[in-house]
């Protein structure tokens, strides 16, 4: 029987020549468990003891029960331990997101570590005490929220952590890392991207934003209203928001391709030093409708087949090029609509129709296919 309990537990061996006290673990599901078992002189299992740690506990709560009774009817340990894995291979399955639990130091160290960095800056920490949100304030007094997800080797293994950025947050950790200088590097990534949100917040502020609807601090892109059916999408980048973003004028033909003209004539005359805003008011030489002077229901043409003006996130953005005309079209409906017209033709992913109001030429792409 001993030898058979080697086999099967290395990791649990006796303390005493009278093989009356183990000590040690048992692996399940590749995981090690710690364990003790006191048997009585007789070395009869109906009397003996089980003191487990705490992961294990945690683990066998509500089959104590059925542990008992394994103990009370096992022929000897090498069968109990046998029960006692199968016991416990059953709990683990039961509880996929089972994790193992942090030792009493990690909570200390946690504690100790949040009264270093201030509790004001927690803005919520869950039950198992692994998952905090911590706010940080950025030069200009914008809110953010850093995400860290902590492991159970505090602070031996690095944490997870998120944000909305626009770029990927690159955090330096080291074994005597806080969470300190954890929000100390979360602030430095804020500042160096002030000018970014700057350039973004006054686009927001002076514009009317068609896409994307609520923008977050992780968005790059904005499509402006110029006029009805007419606007341009500017990509900035977060790295260097002044320089000219990419730029993609959008509706019908006979109204973007002067501006395109103007936008490539006057590219030279871009300006780093001023804002975003005024440089794209300067290249197309327009003036871009604003809160101050427009409504935004002027610029929220519905589909004209859905007659809806969001689908799901999408916005109407072909438009009819027949000046007597231009009505909007969500991309999805317009390819459906002409898909199943005798009169349409298809070549590699273009579709070749008529508008469904003016029977004029129309092209649409083939709506991109959800992943």
Known sequence: MESLLVEDNPLLLPLNKDKTVYDGFITVQERDFRMRILLPPNRQLKQAKLHCCWQLKDLLRGYEHIVKQRLQQSADLVSFILELKTVLEVGLKSRPGCRSIPSPQYYSQLISEMETLGWDKLLFIDTEFRTLRLKAEDSCGRQHILTINLKS??????????????????????????????????????????????????????????????????????????????????????????????????????????LRNKLNANMHLWNPDSSVLNNLRDVLEIEFPSPATHEKSSFSVECGICYAYRLEAAI????????????????????????VLPSSRQSFNIVFGECPYCSKPITVKMAAQKS
């Open 153 to 258: 080797k505090h602070p031996a293994e690095a944490p997870e952590c998120s944000a909305d950025l626009p770029v990927p947050l690159a955090i330096t950790w080291t074994p005597q890392s806080t969470l300190e200088q954890l929000h100390s590097q979360f602030l430095l990534v804020l500042e160096s991207l002030t000018d970014f949100w700057d350039v973004l917040d006054e686009i927001d502020s002076k514009t009317w934003i068609l896409e994307p609807e609520k923008p977050c601090r992780a968005d790059t892109m904005r499509r402006i209203a110029i006029g009805n059916n007419v606007s341009i999408k500017v990509e900035v980048d977060p790295r260097h928001p002044k320089m000219l973003p990419e730029c993609c004028l959008l509706g019908a033909e006979h109204v973007v391709t002067p």
């Open 316 to 339: 109407p953005d072909q438009v009819c090029n027949d000046p007597r005309c231009g009505q909007p079209f969500h991309q999805a409906c317009l390819y459906e609509w002409l898909r």
